[in-house]
């Protein structure tokens, strides 16, 4: 199976100016404190916020961008380096390669347990795990695998009210 990171973007940055990733999918809100360069065709960028309800000024994920994205990765490879970062690298990011590693064949809960050996702490973003969940047939199932997970973090960390930033 292909390398993944999951990474903020000042190190994702970093990251693809070493030439590290041969796949880059950079999920960002327009409020990124940097301009994000284009990295060519390998590199897939939706523009959305950390937001977990359309809220007015804020855009939400959708399925469009959340297909494209899996699109964008559903050709990796043995020896391929899957980069994916947001902002911080804890909530959108996560979200999204849960969902190419289900893609690739792996279950929600071994997608999850993934995420989280590669990302010790994680909150992902449940309206795109919804999404997900949805675009890959999952039955509820992986909604409910993250809500399990969110269930086993501390309560200040879980962010039950996070319909705006996830700050």
């Known amino acids: 199976m292909f390398e993944v990171r999951i990474e903020n973007a000042p190190a ?3 990251l693809m100016e070493e030439g590290w990733p041969t796949c880059i999918i950079s999920l960002v809100g327009d409020d990124l404190r940097f301009d994000l360069p284009q ?8 523009r959305f916020h950390d937001v977990e309800a359309t809220l007015p000024g804020y855009v939400p994920p959708s399925g469009d961008m959340l297909r494209a994205a899996l699109k ?3 050709n990796l490879n ?15 990011s996560p979200a999204m390669v849960i969902g190419i590693l289900i893609s690739a064949g792996l279950s929600a809960s071994e997608a ?4 989280k050996a590669l990302r010790p702490f994680v909150i992902p973003n449940r309206l795109m795990i ?26 200040e960390a ?10």
């Open 39 to 46: 990295f060519g065709p390998k590199h897939f960028i939706a």
């Open 112 to 115: 999850m347990s993934r995420v």
């Open 158 to 167: 879980a962010l039950p009210n996070r319909g705006g930033w996830n700050l």
């Open 130 to 155: 919804s999404i997900l969940d949805d675009l890959l047939g999952q039955g509820g199932e992986l909604v409910r695998v993250v809500e399990d997970h969110y269930k086993s973090l501390p309560a």
């Open 72 to 74: 964008h990765a559903a």
């Open 12 to 14: 994702a940055l970093r």
């Open 78 to 92: 043995d020896g391929d380096r899957l980069l994916v970062h947001c902002h911080a690298g804890k909530s959108r």
